[in-house]
């Protein structure tokens, strides 16, 4: 998959409105992303954070990019995305 940052436009800014941070830097590649973020004093919840923007992302893209060949049987039991 070949993403680009508009991709993460919205869900980034839905996500920080309810659960802010500072994006830092960011490397955007063809297969995944890296980030740097500052959190909020007394706040770590990075994995609440990615979560909700992961999972709006995949609803936002999800079925243009979605490829049946590489999604096994137990991955579509669960409704898996291919992204």
Known sequence: MIASAWHYEKPLSMVRRDRPFQIDAWALLPDHLHTVWT???????????????????????GATYFRAGWQTQRRANKQCSTI
Do not use: E, Q
């Open 39 to 61: 959190l909020p004093a007394g706040d770590a919840d990075v994995a609440t954070r990615w979560r909700l923007i992961k999972s709006a992302v995949t609803r936002a893209i």
